[in-house]
């Protein structure tokens, strides 16, 4: 049987990579995953980065090759140790963590907000690198999120998923 065809109808310029993570970005997100790791070092939960599949199934007992809802957070911490295999996480993390890019900023402040709150996570941040500012939500008991607070360059975000994580949010941001 031979290989299946590729498909050469796209063509991308710079001007299409340049939507994709900075270097800003990318720091952001090897500090954070770092702190992450070093806080929950033997502890039941799991950090894990992009890019690393979350399956929002609309039914629990779906076959994962059904599932159309597939998402790539920045960050994600899973605690239920169930939820985790090894090509992905099944079902809502416990904390999603989204840096926000050109491309990437609208969906992960509306569309992604609204299927995270939908699918039950527990705790989402939205970090802004050009900005400086992160939005922290919580779950609230009525299954919407709340707005615990908004973080502009500097002050210390405290996790509210994670007991006794916290991060100086200044420290987040580049130098240059």
Known sequence: MGLPARKFEQHYTYRDYRRSPTLNHQKISSDLHGQLWNHLRGQDCEVVAAP????LPPIHQMDEDDVDTVVQPDLLVVCDPQKLRS????????????????????????????????????????????????QQ?????????????????????????????????ESLWPKF
């Open 52 to 55: 690393f599949d979350v399956f």
């Open 87 to 134: 090509n992905g996480v099944w079902g809502a993390p416990d904390l999603v963590v989204e840096i926000l890019s050109p491309s990437t900023s609208r969906k992960d402040q509306h569309e992604k907000y609204s299927l995270y709150e939908r699918s039950g996570v527990k705790e989402y941040w939205v970090v802004d690198p050009t900005g400086k500012w992160i």
């Open 137 to 169: 939500y919580v779950l609230g008991s009525d299954g919407k999120f709340e707005v615990e607070v908004t973080f502009e360059t500097k002050g210390t975000l405290v996790c509210r998923t994670l007991p006794r994580f916290t991060v100086e949010v």
